[in-house]
């Protein structure tokens, strides 16, 4: 089973709302990411997240706000968002960490991808 | 430093013809390398990867690709498009930067398959 399950797929929301997107996995990986990607490009990382631990944040505006509450589960907390992060928001996971020092890593590092959330920001 | 080059951004071909999708990558490290596949409106599935072990990786719906070192090169093909087949293309390369790992993907490259 290599399934990553994000929701919810569609999305509509207004510059002030609060809202939350949800990803989940059940293989037992141990780094979990949220990717950013708009129309005719590819995906572009926002944040990465190792044994639970927040290691990469790619620079992302405050208004999005990663969470992850357990092994299984990572979500994207989105407040006052503009109409420009309208977008396919994709969630991946992968077994290991990004941790130079973990043993063979590149076997680790293959990384499983939800089919996305669409998000209209109105 | 990493790098991924994606030569086309679309390839056109007839169905039952073959395929070819170029990809070069740049790597300090020896790097693990991967092709994605994402139909309209959909996520990313892992279609083929490298990481050292047989420079020829097979992966499904019958595309491979040849991993050559000394061309940087990590082209995927298959022999005879499908309609199905028609979804962009991602090359990808990870290898350990400073605090772990990076993923980098190339631009994509749109296949477009023809009746």
């Known amino acids: 089973d290599t399934e990553v399950t994000q929701t919810p797929k569609h999305l509509v929301m207004g510059m002030t709302n609060k809202k939350s997107l949800k990803c989940e996995q059940h293989?037992?990986?141990?780094?979990m990411y949220w990717y950013k990607q708009k129309a005719k490009k590819p995906p572009e990382l926002m944040f990465v997240y190792s044994y639970e631990k927040l290691s990469i944040n790619e620079s992302v505006p405050s208004r999005f706000s990663p969470e992850c509450p357990n092994s299984s589960l990572l979500n994207l907390h989105l407040h006052a968002l503009q109409p420009e992060d309208s977008a396919l928001y994709l969630c991946a996971s992968s077994q290991g960490s990004t941790a130079r020092t973990d043993p063979d890593p590149r076997f680790k590092n293959i990384q499983y991808f939800g089919a996305g959330t669409r998000l209209s920001v109105l | 430093a990493q790098s991924v080059t994606q030569l086309d951004s679309h390839v056109s071909v007839s169905e039952g013809t073959p395929v070819l999708l170029r990809c070069n990558y740049s790597?300090?490290?020896?790097?693990?390398l991967f092709w994605y596949v994402q139909h309209p409106n959909k996520g990313l599935q892992l279609l083929l990867k490298y990481t050292s072990a047989a420079t020829l990786v097979k992966g499904i719906n019958g595309f491979e690709a040849e991993f050559k070192k000394s061309e940087t090169s990590f082209h995927l093909t298959k022999p005879s498009a499908h309609m199905s087949d028609a979804a962009e293309y991602f090359c990808?390369?990870?290898?350990?930067?400073?605090?772990?790992?990076?993923?980098?993907f190339g631009a994509g490259t749109r296949l477009f398959v023809k009746a």
């Open positions: 990808v390369v990870s290898g350990p930067y400073t605090g772990g790992f990076k993923t980098i």
């Open positions: 293989m037992g990986h141990r780094a």
């Open positions: 790597s300090s490290y020896s790097p693990s």
